[in-house]
């Protein structure tokens, strides 16, 4: 019998009320982006970065970072005739994204440009590439780090550096030699210490060539291991050495670089993370004997400005993704957008994202100016990335989860993006020292390098007389800085950060921005979680607020 009833006037999967797909969108459509850039001396890359903006945004470089995270690096230990190989197979989308990245200056090129603001204009890109995959940060920026460590070997700098500095992505184990380009890792903690790397067991045992020796160990944590070089720290005779560690011989053969396991990671899946072991290894002495922490700390400095800029990377990726869910999304008779509690907490993320980074190019301005030989934004350097890496990566887990939690549900499932994003943020706390280590760090730079007090507060008195809050604070840092116990660093470091980003925000953003960041971060007007800024007369400008930090689409 055929039905005579009518038909429906629509199906029950027919999709209303939800967002449409974010890409393409431009990644770098960021004012606070565009005007550290210009301020921190790297405006003539603005074209550069815009165009990678685009790209970062548009679909085909978001479902090459889909497609790396989906299908994760598997290890291969051996060939199919029992041969020892060790070696990871990645996804097709993370050669892409690795690609990209290289021929864009995010590995060792700023090192070979002569140009003011080159290690500037790589952050800035850092932070629109960031957009795509977190993964593949990792193997760029140690390869970034690499070149200033190596240069402690001239001999050695001036084979490698050239290759290290290439845009060239050459992936496939060869003599290193032999390739367009080259990228480095590093390995340095072992199970029984982790960050104490002054307690290594890794052995290095001097051959009967000058500066060549021998590695007997087991490292914990060794991130990209199909990395080409790597700089590794073990004990010499004379005390804990840095060397260089080619996966291939000069000769063609493979080098003693044991993978034992790759490390099933809370996030971070695009990237191998694994367990070498070491026997018989051939390795290149770095510098002298006995100096292997003096030796990368430059290598540090490099990874933790690269921390910061991941994380800041994060909070503007989630915070575009927030902004542009409310818009479509309607709920109790008004779009989200619309309504004063949603809009009260993304303002207060847009907050959070100018501030982190703001005080990310900051820090990468004093890197490029640093290695230009200005002593005092060295110093400068040396305390505040220790401060920036602390806080910005502190932030980072609540800021995604807050964002997260503006899409709901729609949130919380993996075709989101989303729970990519939570299960990343909380490395870049992690990654290149713990809160403990960089707290710590800060009050050792403070005791033996006073001058880094100075520029400290320098800096700060250069906003002075802006914002009476923000005056109230550096006056407290001051009286706190001279009681400074290992107890309360993590609160001094905090408050450090808090008065760095406040007075670059007084100095260079809008009033809107500024007085609420002073009013909150500072004057305590604010609650404990995000969306918690003074509300009604004499409240926060939300308006200003999200008209700087989000753009119509």
């Known amino acids: 019998m055929v039905s ?31 005007e550290g850039l210009r301020r921190e001396g790297a405006g003539w890359a603005e074209e550069d970065v815009r165009r990678l903006g685009l790209l970062a945004g548009g679909p085909q470089a978001q479902e090459w970072a889909e497609l790396a995270n989906r299908h994760e690096p598997e290890l291969r230990t051996h060939d199919r005739y029992g041969h020892r190989v060790d070696e990871v197979d990645f996804h097709p989308g993370w050669h892409e ?8 200056g995010q590995a060792g090129a700023p090192w070979a440009d002569a140009r003011p603001g080159a290690h500037v204009a790589r952050t800035a890109g850092g932070l629109v590439w960031g957009h795509t995959d977190a993964g593949h940060g990792c193997p760029t920026s140690m390869t970034y780090a690499a070149v200033p460590a190596l240069r402690r070997e001239p001999e050695l700098a001036k084979v490698y550096e050239p290759l290290l500095t290439s845009r060239h992505y050459d992936p496939g184990l060869r003599v290193p030699t032999g390739k367009r380009g080259l990228l480095a ?21 001097p051959t009967a060539e000058p500066g060549v020796y021998t590695l007997r160990g087991h490292k914990w944590f060794t991130s990209a291991p199909m990395c080409d070089v790597f700089l590794v720290l073990a004990q010499a005779p004379g005390g804990l050495s840095c060397f260089l560690v080619p996966r291939v011989l000069p000769d063609g053969s493979r080098n003693a670089f044991r993978i034992q396991r790759l490390k099933d990671k809370l996030g971070n899946r695009s990237n191998a993370s694994a367990e070498p072991e070491f026997d018989g290894t051939v390795a290149w002495r770095v510098g002298e004997e006995g100096q292997g922490v003096k030796t990368i700390i430059e290598m540090v400095n490099c990874t933790r400005l690269d921390c910061v800029t991941m994380s800041a990377a994060l909070m503007r990726k989630t915070l575009v993704e927030a902004g542009h869910h409310v818009r479509h999304r309607a709920a109790f008779g008004a779009r989200l957008i619309d309504q004063p509690l949603m809009r009260n907490v993304l303002a207060d993320l847009a907050l959070e994202s100018e501030a982190a980074t703001a005080l990310t190019l900051r820090l990468a301005g004093a890197a490029d100016r640093a290695v230009r030989g200005d002593a005092r934004e060295q110093a400068f350097r040396r305390i505040a990335t220790a401060v920036g890496k602390y806080w910005v990566t502190k932030r980072g887990p609540a800021f995604t989860a807050e964002a997260l939690e503006c899409l709901g549900g729609n949130g919380y499932v993996e075709d989101s993006g989303m729970p990519r994003h939570y299960r990343e943020a909380p490395l870049l706390s992690i990654w290149e020292g713990s809160g403990n280590v960089n707290a710590l760090d800060v009050l050792r730079a403070l005791t033996r390098e006073p001058a880094t007090a100075d520029v400290l507060f320098d800096e700060l008195a250069s906003a002075r007389g802006a914002d009476a809050r923000l005056d109230a604070a550096v006056d407290a840092l001051r009286v706190r800085l001279s009681e400074g116990t290992e107890g309360g660093a993590r609160r001094l470091v905090e408050r450090m950060a808090l008065a760095l980003q406040a007075s670059l925000l007084v100095r260079y953003a809008p009033p809107a921005i500024a007085d609420a960041f002073c009013a909150t971060r500072l004057g305590g007007d604010w609650g404990h979680a995000f969306g918690t800024l003074p509300d009604g007369p004499g409240g926060a400008d939300v308006d200003g607020i999200l008209g700087r930090a989000l753009t119509e689409r």
């Open 4 to 34: 005579t009833l009518p038909h429906e006037r629509s199906g029950t999967h027919d999709v209303t009320n939800q967002a449409p797909p974010l890409a393409p969108y431009d990644a770098s459509e960021d004012t606070a982006l565009l």
């Open 97 to 104: 994204l690795m690609r990209v990245a290289v021929a864009e």
């Open 185 to 205: 890792g590093m390995g340095m903690t072992e199970k029984q210490g982790g960050s104490d790397v002054r307690t290594n067991t890794t052995t290095a045992t």
